[in-house]
């Protein structure tokens, strides 16, 4: 009888560990993919307009101003001073530079005029503002 019991034992000294690593990468997956997903800028309630949707292209920068009067580059809080250089150097690497102005609808205007004349003293053209169509 302890021969049969060490001849079971034997047969299990092997784990399968490929399910579990399979397991384990698509957790892996399933954890990127969510965490990319949730990172999408700062949530601001936008001005309603009759304007058609402008779409961003890959290459351009978002800034959003929120209802405090808070300033994000791409969704990393700036200082006017930062936003200059910041764009300073986009604006070397990409002389078309576009940028996209999100801001709250209760937004201080002298935040959105400061951001504004910085995009104008870089020489920033392409300046599309994000705004809800209406209903």
């Known amino acids: 009888m302890a ?3 060490k001849g079971d034992l034997q047969a299990y000294d092997d784990i399968n560990v490929t399910p579990m690593l399979d397991l384990a990468y698509v957790l ?3 954890f990127i993919i969510m965490t990319t997903a949730s990172v999408q800028g700062v949530r601001v309630t936008e001005p309603k307009t009759m304007a058609a949707n ?3 292209k ?3 920068r978002g ?4 209802a405090d009067g808070q300033v994000y580059l791409d969704a990393y809080p700036v200082s006017m001073d930062q936003l200059r250089d910041n764009l300073a150097q986009y604006k070397a690497a990409n002389p078309a530079l576009p940028v996209v102005l999100k801001a709250d609808a ?5 935040k959105v005029m400061q951001v504004l004349e910085i ?4 020489d920033i053209t392409e300046i599309g503002l994000a705004t809800k169509r209406l209903h």
Do not use: C, E, R, S
Request: proline share 4%; no cysteine.
């Open 3 to 5: 021969g049969d019991v």
């Open 28 to 30: 892996l997956v399933v």
């Open 54 to 56: 402008n779409l961003a």
């Open 58 to 60: 890959p290459q351009t």
């Open 63 to 66: 800034i959003t101003i929120t």
């Open 106 to 110: 209760a937004a201080q205007y002298d």
């Open 119 to 122: 995009a104008k003293q870089l």
